[in-house]
């Protein structure tokens, strides 16, 4: 069965500082791996995708991804924050050919202090 | 391009009526779906399409119908609303299957039921 554990339903950050967002998934097959971000009121957008190329993704706005299959992990960095990058994450996961297997996490909301 | 957009973008219902949300794109894209956003849950796929004329179930398509009589349009219906229906809608499409293609969503509808 496919799974998404988002570690942290909340993570505050002040400007300027490192952003680390937590992601780790459960899956019986070689997963495609997604992180979007969600303004207030606003839909979902793509910030970066893993399809089994290269295990470092970069994505928008200066996020990037790293994929570790050895800890079944997908965390989300930044090395700044910035005040708009206040918004809540969402990571993906999809580990089958049919597109009805699309699993989204619950979620962290990012605050961002000046 | 308008991408994807949803209409309306608010409504209030009193249990029991029944409404239609439309959702178009004007990517010409072949895979349209329809999920709602419940706090803490992430998203849950109700109903999706791969193709004109077709429909298929999701994760939660109980008291939810579709219809995609037109490849750019995806109507979603409530024949008799009830309160535990009251969510944030999101239409989402897609050039392909979602293993590896991204997902393009729109704004969102925001419903009440009463």
């Known amino acids: 069965a496919q799974s998404v554990t988002q570690l942290d339903s909340h993570v505050s950050v002040s400007e300027g500082t490192p952003v680390l967002l937590r992601c780790n998934y459960s899956?019986?097959?070689?997963?495609?791996l997604f992180w979007y971000v969600q303004h207030p009121n606003k839909g979902l957008q793509l910030l970066l995708k893993?399809?089994?190329?290269?295990?470092l993704v970069k994505g928008i706005n200066g996020f990037e991804a790293e994929f570790k299959k050895s800890e079944t992990s997908f965390h989300l960095t930044k090395p700044s924050a910035h005040m708009s990058d206040a918004a809540e994450y969402f990571c993906?996961?999809?580990?089958?050919?049919?597109?009805?297997?699309?699993?989204f996490g619950p979620g962290t909301s990012l605050s961002v202090i000046p | 391009n308008a991408g994807v957009t949803q209409t309306p973008k608010f409504r209030v219902l009193k249990t029991g009526q029944s409404m239609t949300l439309l959702c178009a794109q004007d990517?010409?894209?072949?895979?349209m779906y329809w999920y709602r956003q419940d706090p803490g849950m992430g998203l849950r796929l109700i109903h999706y399409s791969v193709g004109e004329g077709t429909t298929a179930k999701g994760e939660v398509p109980d008291g939810y119908n579709v219809s995609r009589l037109k490849k750019q349009n995806f109507l979603l219906g409530l024949e008799s609303a009830a309160p535990s229906q009251t969510s944030v809608y999101f239409c989402a499409s897609s050039l392909q299957g979602s293993r590896y293609n991204e997902q393009f969503f729109g704004p969102g509808t925001r419903l009440t039921v009463l």
């Open positions: 990517m010409n894209h072949e895979y």
């Open positions: 993906v996961v999809n580990a089958k050919t049919s597109y009805d297997k699309v699993i």
């Open positions: 893993y399809t089994s190329a290269a295990t």
């Open positions: 899956s019986s097959y070689s997963p495609s």
